[in-house]
């Protein structure tokens, strides 16, 4: 397991923070989870799909939680959250993407960028004051586009092994001979254990869309708290893109429940250091 924290000023890749934010905090002990039963509510927004979302009211600082790619918002991480969440007394949405879940929209139509939008639409629409994203795989790369876009709004990040510029590096990686191929067909079909299928499928189009939203060749020009944990044995997503993401490692605690303590750092030193909570 590799867990990285970007909370110094000047990072290689221009990832920094608050140094405060990073006092060794831990989750409270016994802590009583009930989970509260809601029904799945939607966002309508007149030019895009309506988005489907579970919200938790609570105390900000608030926590996002945003899925991998063909994922959604009843996923074991998302629902563990929302307990934990519960358990501090603090607000949490999950939510589906478009084309996704519970959520409108053609998957075959989405693009990297619709996704951000949606992410963008949660963010301003459902929730007030600063937030917490947690963001996986996929809703990894999403959260850097949002505390890049909503730097006022997006207080810390937490990602779980952060996909950015996944499909663009690894379609690129193809022999140039596979590459045209996939080009004539129109679809790219690559190998996953997160599926009965055993692969994921998307079109040459999601390809060439998704380059437009890729970070790392360069600065990240994010300013909030970042950590990043990422399984060395992950065959999906390579861990040493967290790396590039991060550029600095920190041991892992010796507690289990690790996005927890994460989230428990966060939660507490945001509300020590004056951050408005409303």
């Known amino acids: 397991m590799l867990t990285a924290e970007i909370p110094a000023m000047g990072m290689a890749r221009g990832l920094r923070g608050a140094g405060s934010l990073w006092q060794p905090l831990r989750a409270a002990p016994g802590l009583a ?17 309506n988005l489907a979302y579970h919200r938790l009211k609570g105390r900000n600082p608030g926590v996002i939680f945003l899925p991998g790619f063909n994922s959604n918002m009843n996923g074991q991480k998302a629902t563990a959250l929302e307990d934990f969440c519960s358990s501090l007394g603090h607000a949490f949405v999950r ?14 139509e989405c693009t990297t960028g619709k996704w951000r939008k949606d992410v963008l639409s949660i963010l301003d629409e459902l929730t007030d004051g600063p937030q917490i994203l947690v963001g996986s795989s996929l809703g990894g790369w999403l959260m850097l586009h949002a505390a890049i876009a909503r730097p006022d709004k997006v207080a810390a990040l937490v990602g779980v092994a952060v996909a950015a510029d996944h499909v663009v590096t690894t379609f690129k990686r193809l022999p140039i001979e596979t590459q045209k191929e996939i080009e004539e067909k129109g679809e790219w079909k690559f190998p996953t254990k997160y599926n009965e299928e055993g692969y994921y499928s998307v079109t040459y189009d999601f ?13 990240i020009p994010i300013t909030c708290p970042v950590q990043l944990i990422h399984g060395m044995k992950d065959s999906d997503v390579p861990w040493q893109i967290s790396m590039q993401v ?21 939660v507490r030193s945001l509300s020590s250091t004056g951050i408005p909570t409303r």
């Open 33 to 49: 989870v009930c989970r509260q039963k809601s029904s799945v509510s939607f966002l309508t927004r007149p030019d895009r799909p």
């Open 95 to 108: 939510f589906d993407y478009t084309g996704c879940g519970s959520s409108s929209g053609n998957f075959e």
């Open 207 to 219: 390809i060439k869309e998704a380059e437009n939203h890729c970070l790392l060749s360069g600065p």
């Open 246 to 266: 991060a550029d600095s490692r920190f041991h892992p605690p010796t507690r289990c429940g690790l996005v927890n303590v994460l989230l428990t750092k966060f």
